[in-house]
């Protein structure tokens, strides 16, 4: 009989301590204000700005651990930005929801606030509010470029100058071109120029992959930004329209190449 009671008293006693949140694993976080179930707290690393749907924000853990219905509060998702996982889990996995996306030229940084409802009826609901600081990713203005260099252009004549739209204070960028046989790319500025005298009857035309990556330490991630810059030998004139027949004939001079 006592066996019975002690067995049942654990039992009661475990339904207990389940019954309630009673904090928030740190791990990965600042504590910044408050304990216990209500706690206050600022993610340690950033999270890089995306486009990419499902990408992980954070995970928050209530504690002891259970399984608990997680939710944001009505204005704890800044943007209706993030989605969990699942709503009812152990751990709350955050991810960026179908068609969001998180900039850092619009914010540096989103506050949200967590719930954790436990399964037993009255039991403490835990809140955490957390910050989330964003990174900046280094992004050219536009995913591809157009320029004419003259027939019989000689080595130095420059091209054009193509940097990031959006360094932030604090970057170092390296920029690095391929391939690197015709065209130079200056490291430092961003400005291309003819390597070799340009040709038309050897070379019409060439497309080069333009690379921006920040040094560690930057304020950017360390995440490389690309983009396409399309390069036409011949005369050049004032005119867009003979500029872009010009790069139409290059590109379809490519996409013949592609296919012999």
């Known amino acids: 009989m006592k ?23 740190a791990t990965g976080f600042t504590v910044t204000a408050g304990s216990g179930a209500s706690v206050t ?30 939710a944001f509060t009505a204005a704890g998702n800044p943007g209706s930005v993030a989605k969990f996982t699942a709503a009812s889990a152990t751990a709350a996995e955050i991810k960026v929801d179908t068609g969001k996306s998180i900039d850092y030229e619009t914010t540096q940084s989103l506050v949200f606030v967590v719930t954790a409802t436990p399964a037993t009826a009255g039991a403490t609901v ?44 604090g970057d170092t960028i390296a920029y690095t071109h391929s391939p690197t046989t015709d065209f130079d790319y200056a490291s ?29 330490g930057s304020t950017s991630a360390v995440t490389a930004g690309t983009t396409t810059l399309w390069i036409a030998i011949g005369t050049c004139t004032s005119s867009a329209l003979q500029i872009t027949a010009m790069l139409g004939m290059v590109m379809l001079s490519f996409a013949t190449a592609l296919c012999l």
């Open 41 to 70: 707290l600022k993610k340690t690393a950033k999270v890089a700005e995306t486009k990419t749907a499902d990408t992980v924000i954070m995970t928050l853990t209530a504690e002891p651990s259970a399984t608990y219905t997680y």
């Open 188 to 216: 430092a500025t961003g400005v291309v120029t003819v390597k070799t005298t340009r040709d038309m009857k050897t070379l019409g035309g060439q497309a080069l992959t333009l690379t921006a990556t920040p040094a560690a």
């Open 126 to 169: 835990g809140t955490a509010t957390v910050t989330v600081d964003i990174q900046n990713v280094v992004e050219f203005s536009g995913t591809h470029y157009v320029a004419c260099v003259a027939d019989k252009a000689t080595a130095g004549t420059t091209v054009g100058t193509y940097t990031v739209a959006d360094k932030a204070s």
């Open 3 to 25: 066996g019975v009671l002690n067995l049942v008293f654990l039992c009661l006693f475990a339904d207990f301590t389940d019954a309630a949140v009673t904090g928030w694993t």
